[in-house]
């Protein structure tokens, strides 16, 4: 039988639920009390299949506004820094040579 080398931190278990971390269960846990409130204002007014779609598109933005991170951001501030254009840093225009020609003056 052959035996392989593994490191402990692959080894060790998490204690989260299913995988979840507690940001992802209190986003999740928000987004579904929504989602019922949802349904429970809004069953009279329209169809069953139009207000399922649209709490489950509503739901789906909670869960990826709160879970889903990009470049160290999560995803509301990602999109608000997209939304604003390019990121303009300004810095001083000078140079080696610009040494060199104040010293002449």
Do not use: H, W
Request: aromatic content about 10%.
């Amino acid at each position: 039988m052959i035996k392989a080398k593994i490191t402990k931190n692959i080894m060790q278990k998490t204690n989260n639920s299913l995988g979840l971390t507690p940001k992802q269960m209190i986003t999740g846990g928000i987004a579904f009390a929504i989602g019922i409130l949802m349904y429970v204002l809004l069953r009279k007014y329209m169809s069953f299949i139009l207000l399922s779609t649209i709490i489950f598109i509503f739901l789906a933005l909670v869960i990826g506004f709160g879970v889903i991170n990009i470049q160290g951001m999560n995803l509301m501030q990602f999109v608000i820094k997209t939304l604003k254009g390019a990121d303009v840093r300004y810095y001083k225009q000078e140079g080696v040579y610009m040494n060199d020609i104040q010293k002449e003056k």
